[in-house]
């Protein structure tokens, strides 16, 4: 029966940890999202930014599998190129051995205490409004619960250690390759490393011994190390072929490190016993400093051959026929770090308000030369435009569906507005299209000198988009005041050339037939360019 229990208690003490890990993951990235954004989206080609980014975001959100499985969908979305990715990779690597440190504090009676972060956390989450306070609970929640599932497995090793049948068990298993193949088939299990390596510092610090000591914890260690690439391989499904690339490249890394680590362990039987406890006295803190020094120790050595990774990549996994496709910018891999996940879909709504505008130059300049010709081809783009709007509407339904901060509230709710305001463009060029068949079956024909008034007004247009799409990426106040002045010289267009019209109708030089075409025409046109300023307006804080 007491085994029972502690099976239970054994169970518990692992899901408290995971739960804990996830908790305290998804509130470091919500509490550092705009350093995550700028850190992810902004490196260079300098391989040592990269790695540094690597080790500090997963340091931050305490996942190298929440890290690589990012970087897999920002290589998708063509953000990062798989160089970026590899050195982020190899960082990431090196920042998630921090938890296998806090693991360690077990063995300083640190526990128990800290066991009170997660009412502490539960606290300021119930009773405190703010959003920064209520993260900074969660952290707090996730970081009591990862002591409380310590505490737990604590427990149950303390049980088991005098247990016969485990003690004989552990004792036995003494062939390095199985120990390798548990680590990794134990990670592949509950998707940790980290989580993994916990449960070997807790069974070393309760006393009980695997595989006869020596080097036996450590291979369970490389072993994790390899099982944690099956989170990114994951992610990697469905991906185009660089977001593959980028999960093989953390198979070849962790993979090679691995096995060299396993050869150099196997030629020195008595590292862990000559090296380690000479360093360090306490069992937990050598098994945590060995995941350090071994993931830094590759990350160093293979660092310097990072462009060689991508290389073998591209070499075992080649671009079919299939595969030569656009990039995808819409990355459902990115929904659960809203502050990379935004600037993606804004990427995405300019290359729709691009289509949008395109479909709305065809229409125009059908209009000009009354040529139907490319009718079809402008019902095509108002098409496409529908699919990527649709598209975009199910990606921003699914990112409101997040934990967003009060701000990403805002900018989701400001890009519903101008997802429809990208539309009534495209619903406008359909209109354009309705004015030349009336032209040309009512036989119209408009001077010279009103075509180029409506080729001035539309110049005026292309401007303004340009304009409106940098302040919409921006934010930019000074470039605001300049869509401002493009959208007023858009209205006294408009205006001009109505009364234009009325003079060369009194005049005898156009037929009346043709007024409400060109007061339409124009008028539409006007809003479109509305539309265009809402679009840069509700981006202006």
């Known amino acids: 029966m007491i085994y029972l229990e502690a099976t239970m208690i054994l169970i518990a003490g692992i899901g408290a940890l995971l739960v804990g890990m996830g908790i305290l993951s998804d509130n470091m990235k919500r509490f550092a999202n705009t350093r995550l954004e700028g850190a992810l989206n902004k490196i260079s080609d300098s391989k040592i930014k990269g790695f540094g980014v690597g080790v500090a975001t997963t340091a931050v959100v305490q996942s190298s599998g929440v890290t690589t499985v990012m970087v897999v969908g920002l290589v998708n979305a063509g953000v990062i190129s798989l160089l970026q990715a590899t050195t982020i990779i190899m960082g990431a690597n090196v920042g998630t051995t921090i938890t296998a440190q806090i693991a360690a504090l077990q063995s300083f009676n640190f526990v128990i205490f800290a066991m009170v972060f997660a009412f502490i956390g539960s606290f300021v989450d119930l009773f405190f409004k703010k959003e920064k306070l209520k993260t900074i609970g969660r952290i707090l929640q996730g970081l009591g619960l990862i002591f409380v599932g310590f505490y737990l497995l604590g427990d149950a090793m303390n049980v088991f250690k005098s247990a016969a049948f485990v003690i004989n068990l552990l004792a036995n298993m003494k062939n390095p390759f199985l120990l390798l193949l548990i680590g990794i088939v134990l990670t592949a299990i509950f998707q940790s490393s980290s989580a993994i390596t916990a449960i070997i510092i807790s069974m070393v610090i309760a006393g009980i011994v695997i595989g006869g000591g020596g080097n036996a914890s450590l291979y369970i260690i490389l072993g994790s190390n390899i099982g944690t690439t099956i989170v990114a391989w994951y992610a990697s499904l469905g991906a185009n072929v660089n977001a593959k690339r980028a999960s093989l490249i953390h198979i070849l890394f962790n993979l090679t490190g691995s096995l060299i680590f396993m050869v150099f362990l196997l030629l020195w039987p008595s590292f862990n016993d000559v090296v380690l406890k000479a360093l360090f006295l306490k069992e937990a803190t050598q098994i945590a400093m060995f995941h350090t020094f071994f993931n830094l120790a590759c990350a160093l050595m293979f660092l310097p051959f990072s462009a060689y990774f991508v290389k073998v990549s591209e070499k075992l996994i080649k671009v079919k026929d299939q595969d030569k496709r656009a990039t995808i910018v819409l990355e459902e891999r990115l929904l659960n770090s809203p502050s990379l996940a935004i600037p993606q879909l804004k990427k995405e709504l300019v290359v729709i308000a691009g289509n949008a505008m395109n479909c709305l130059r065809l229409a ?106 940098a302040v919409f990426i921006t934010s930019d106040k000074e470039k605001y005041l300049q869509v401002e002045f493009l959208e007023d010289s858009v209205d006294r267009k408009r205006k001009e050339i109505v009364d234009s019209h009325i003079k060369r109708l009194n005049e005898g030089k156009c037929r009346p037939e043709s007024s409400p075409i060109l007061i339409n025409l124009v008028a539409n046109l006007e809003r479109a360019a509305d539309h265009l300023h809402y679009i840069a307006k509700e981006f202006v804080f």
Do not use: P, W
């Open 364 to 469: 125009f300049n059908s209009f000009l030369f009354k040529d139907l010709k490319k009718e079809e081809a402008i019902n095509d783009c108002i098409k496409n435009g529908s699919n990527l709007t649709q598209q975009t509407i199910e990606y921003l339904i699914k990112l409101s569906g997040q934990r967003l901060s009060r701000k990403e509230k805002i900018i989701a709710s400001k890009l519903f507005h101008t997802i429809n305001d990208v539309e009534r463009i495209s619903d406008l060029a359909s209109n354009l299209i309705k004015y030349t068949k009336t032209c040309l079956e009512l036989d119209l024909v408009f001077t010279e000198a009103a075509l180029k008034e409506l080729e001035s007004m539309f110049v005026v247009m292309e401007n303004l988009f340009i304009e409106s799409m």
